[in-house]
C-alpha cells in the first residue's frame, strides 16, 4: 500500500468535496450504507440480498421467510452506522465505550450487547483460538490502552490494527465481526478518510488476511486490503469531483 498516494488521493478530496451537490453526496451516502450493511451482515451469514435488505432499510417492510434475526441484524447495523456517524461528528476519539455502545445497538433483540464473554470460545477453520477468558480481559485492556497511541502506523494500519486485533481477542460471545467493521470505519472516518466496505465475495481473502495478522502477527496483507478498498472510495468521489468542474 503506498501511504503517501492515498494521502495525495485524500487532499484532492477534501479540496473539491465542497463543489459536489448535496443531493449527490446524500445518494452516494445511501448507497454505501446500503451496500456496507448489506456486506457486513453476509459475511456473518445473513441470507438477505442487497434489494431484499434496501427494502427492510428504505421501506421498513419485513421479507417473508427470513427469521426475525436476520431482519434485526439488518436494522441493527443502520443503527449502529447513524451512532458512529453521530460520534465522529462530536470528534470523540474511540474508546471502550463507545465499542460497547456499539456492540450494544449491534445486537439489540437478539442478545444483551455490550457485556464481554465469559465462555471460551473458538473459530471453526481459523489458525487461532481466541484467549481464555482471564487472557481475554487483559488484552482487551491493553487494546484501548494501546489504540490512541499505537506507534509506526498511519491512519489506514491503524483502522487495520483496530480490526484485526480486536477480532483476535474476540470480546463477546457473537458480533464480533460486525462490531469490528464498524469500528474500523470509525477509524477511518476520525483520521478525515472514507468509511470501506468488504465485499462478501472477498470473505476467503479477507478471513486470510485477518488470521495471518492473529497467528503471525503480520499485518500487510489486511492493511494492504484497506487501503486498496479506501483508495476505491476516494476514487469515486474524483470523479464526480472532476466532472463537476469540467
Keep these: 500500500m503506498d501511504f503517501n498516494k492515498l494521502l ?17 453526496v446524500t445518494s452516494y451516502k445511501e448507497a454505501f450504507l446500503l451496500e456496507f450493511t448489506h456486506n457486513s451482515t453476509a459475511i456473518e451469514g445473513n441470507t438477505l440480498t442487497l434489494m431484499e435488505t434496501k427494502v427492510v432499510l ?29 460520534c465522529i461528528k462530536e470528534g470523540r476519539l474511540l474508546d471502550e465505550r463507545i465499542v460497547k455502545e456499539i456492540h450494544a445497538i449491534v445486537m439489540e433483540n437478539i442478545m444483551v450487547g455490550g457485556i464481554y464473554r465469559n465462555e471460551e470460545v473458538f473459530i471453526s477453520g481459523a489458525g487461532h483460538t481466541p484467549p ?29 490494527w483496530t480490526h484485526a486485533e480486536f477480532v483476535r481477542i474476540h470480546p463477546f460471545l457473537d458480533g464480533n465481526g460486525r462490531t469490528s467493521r464498524l469500528i474500523l470505519n470509525y477509524q477511518l472516518m476520525i483520521n478525515g478518510f472514507l468509511p470501506v466496505s468488504i465485499a462478501k465475495e ?16 503480520i499485518l500487510d496483507d489486511f492493511s494492504g486490503m484497506i487501503g486498496s478498498l479506501e483508495e476505491a472510495e476516494l476514487d469515486k468521489y474524483i470523479y464526480l469531483i472532476d466532472r463537476q468542474t469540467q
Excluded: C, W
Design 8 to 24: 495525495e488521493k485524500k487532499k484532492r478530496y477534501d479540496e473539491g468535496k465542497d463543489k459536489l451537490s448535496e443531493v449527490t
Design 58 to 86: 428504505e421501506d421498513g417492510i419485513s421479507i417473508g421467510g427470513k427469521s426475525l434475526r436476520e431482519i434485526y441484524e439488518i436494522v441493527n447495523h443502520k443503527k449502529a452506522f447513524s451512532y458512529v456517524l453521530q
Design 132 to 160: 481464555a477468558r482471564n487472557e481475554m480481559y487483559s488484552q482487551i485492556k491493553d487494546f484501548f490502552s494501546q489504540m490512541p497511541i499505537k506507534k509506526g502506523l498511519n491512519a489506514i494500519e491503524l483502522a487495520a
Design 202 to 217: 472477498s470473505r476467503l481473502d479477507y478471513y486470510n488476511a485477518l488470521d495471518k495478522f492473529a497467528s503471525e502477527g
